[in-house]
């Protein structure tokens, strides 16, 4: 966690620090930026990311005029107390370019696709869609979304022992999405899942 006291904007760059920020969700690099320690209070105080803008020289709140803010997370320092790390949920596209992030020929990590994909299915519950196959699973209800995975299940399992690959993961992929779908109706989420699957590993670790 970050302990502003502790952070040295005397270092370099003129009082500035440099800082990452990351998507909270997909763990996709958004774009790099610089604070300086009214802006750094002003990101805690407001809970939107704000820069200081080494070429308008000034403050600036990232999504002031396009409404793309970055909610903040969680803020974090590095080891040398000179550079932060903000976890945040972007409200929109992050590049100027209309990309969504500024390393936008960046590859992202496997499991930020999974991620992204948990991101639009909270979006769906938060904001009900017409037509939307997310809602329709949710307002079913609980016992239906479960009923719908083990159904899926069985089809993982056929299409394991029968089909092609591009089968057997076309239908992984569909019970992987059941599966979100059904930890948001027990008001859980992937970070949840990612939780249980950290305290299992330290266990298994401190069996070996």
């Known amino acids: ?44 105080s407001s809970g939107l990311v704000t820069f200081f803008s ?19 997370v969680e803020m974090f320092q590095d080891c040398d107390k000179d550079t932060i790390l ?11 370019t209309g990309t969504i992030s500024c390393f936008n020929t960046q590859k992202t990590p496997p499991l930020s696709t999974i991620g992204a994909l948990d991101k ?29 995975v083990g159904e899926e299940g069985v089809e993982v399992v056929i299409a394991a022992l029968n089909e092609t690959d591009d089968e057997y993961l076309g239908e992984m992929t569909d019970l992987l999405f ?17 939780d249980k699957i950290a305290e299992r590993h330290k266990k298994k670790l401190k069996e070996v």
């Open 1 to 44: 966690m970050l302990d502003i006291k502790q952070i040295d904007f005397d270092k370099m760059n003129n009082g500035l620090v440099p800082v990452i920020v990351q998507d909270n969700h997909t763990l996709q690099v958004l774009m790099l930026g610089y604070m300086n320690e009214e802006a750094m209070h002003q990101t805690l």
């Open 54 to 72: 080494r070429s308008k020289n000034r403050l600036w709140q990232k999504g002031e005029t396009s409404g793309d803010f970055l909610r903040v």
């Open 86 to 96: 903000i976890m945040a949920n972007p409200a929109g596209n992050v590049c100027h």
């Open 120 to 148: 639009v299915i909270m979006d769906r519950i938060n904001h009900p869609q017409e037509g939307s196959y997310t809602n329709k699973l949710i307002n079913k209800g609980t016992k239906k979304i479960a009923q719908k």
């Open 178 to 194: 059941h599966a979100l779908v059904l930890l948001h109706a027990k008001n859980l989420d992937l970070s949840h899942f990612a």
